[in-house]
């Protein structure tokens, strides 16, 4: 019986702790994730700063070549 309990418990630890480790690898994905977003927009706008006159045309929704 003794036996039986240990496994118990040990189960219900490495169930536990592979619930965890779950949340932990979504939330490392999501913040991952949120920082390539993040620095991709911020790329955008610092290149259309950068560029007067391209903000201009885009803005105008005219693109010389």
Known sequence: ?????????????????S???GIYVEI???VGWSRARLASVLIIT????ASPLMAQQV???????
């Open 46 to 49: 610092l290149s259309l700063w």
């Open 28 to 30: 490392y994905m999501f």
């Open 19 to 21: 619930f965890v480790l």
């Open 1 to 17: 019986m003794a036996i039986k309990t240990e496994a118990c418990k040990a189960g219900r630890g490495v169930a536990i702790n």
């Open 59 to 65: 803005s105008t929704g005219v693109l010389d070549p």
